[in-house]
């Protein structure tokens, strides 16, 4: 079981914060200046993820939206602690069809702030945001891995990389928003053939 934790800097004091039977608690982000931590928690029985929030002193964890059909994982807060995004997803079973998004809220506080904007954007997971809160940058699997910029205030999407190979498997920007770090490589694989009690590569 995951659980959700707190220390002081130099590791001392650890202070056990959740501590639900039968569930997973991960993917924790800081808002409402450090006093609230939003978390995903993911019920062992395979039911949807939710978004929920506990007080970094302690008490009871609260789903962070009342009523959702949708799982919902990946939450970040944007820097200014004002808005939040996450992904969201819902799969039909009678029409096998699938609805995802990655979301944007306001955050007053440590709520939901009901007067904001939401918004709706068709992109990765995978995604980050500027260290201005303008934008959130995602890496587009559908080719040769790249990344982009989708603005919020308008939807308008731009290619930042033109990689022609390679995989990238994690990116930050620098604080000042002049330069990314990219981490990228090579994923390679082996068609093997098991028979007989060993195997053998295929080539």
Do not use: C, H
């Not at 939206?65 to 799982?71: K, N, T």
């Not at 490589?185 to 080539?203: A, C, T, W, Y």
Request: charged residues 30%; aromatic residues 10%; neutral net charge.
């Amino acid at each position: 079981m995951y659980s959700v934790w707190r220390m002081n800097a130099d590791k001392t004091n650890p202070v056990r914060l959740t501590n639900t039977e039968n569930v997973t608690d991960t993917q924790i982000q800081f808002a409402d200046e450090g006093k609230t931590i939003v978390f995903v928690r993911k019920k062992n029985d395979g039911s949807r993820t939710s978004l929920m929030k506990i007080s970094i002193d302690g008490g009871d964890a609260q789903p962070l939206f009342s009523e959702s059909q949708f799982s919902e994982f990946g939450p970040k807060i944007s820097p200014d602690g004002k808005r939040l995004a996450y992904y969201s997803f819902l799969y039909d079973n009678q029409t096998s069809d699938m609805k995802r998004s990655v979301k944007v809220v306001g955050m007053d506080g440590e709520k939901v702030a009901d007067s904001a904007e939401n918004i709706e954007l068709n992109i990765s997971p995978e995604f980050k945001w500027s260290p201005d809160g303008k934008f959130l940058t995602y890496i587009d699997r559908s080719g040769v891995d790249n990344l982009w910029n989708i603005s919020l205030a308008d939807k308008k999407e731009k290619p930042l990389t033109e990689f022609s190979s390679s995989n990238i498997t994690n990116f930050t920007w620098s604080r000042d928003g002049k330069k990314i770090f990219i981490l990228r490589g090579l994923v390679n694989g082996d068609l093997v053939l098991i028979k007989d009690g060993s195997n053998s590569r295929l080539s």
